[in-house]
């Protein structure tokens, strides 16, 4: 299978409270997509306002 099973993602500022939220966040999508929830499900229910959301919507093939 070639599929993205993992997303890393930072914010601007290192360990910051918007970094580690980002991070948690990326490793919550990670463990759902190594667990088979296809991208689009995650997409369609975080949406893209977010950058986890736009991240997540690049792997699903959809327009951030």
Request: aromatic share 2%.
């Amino acid at each position: 299978l070639d599929r993205v099973r993992e997303i890393f993602i930072r914010a601007r500022k290192p360990d910051s409270q918007a970094d580690r939220l980002v991070d948690d966040a990326a490793i919550v999508c990670s463990l759902a997509l190594q667990a088979g929830v296809d991208p689009q499900a995650l997409a369609a229910a975080v949406g893209t306002r977010s950058p986890i959301g736009k991240a997540i919507a690049l792997l699903a093939g959809a327009q951030p």
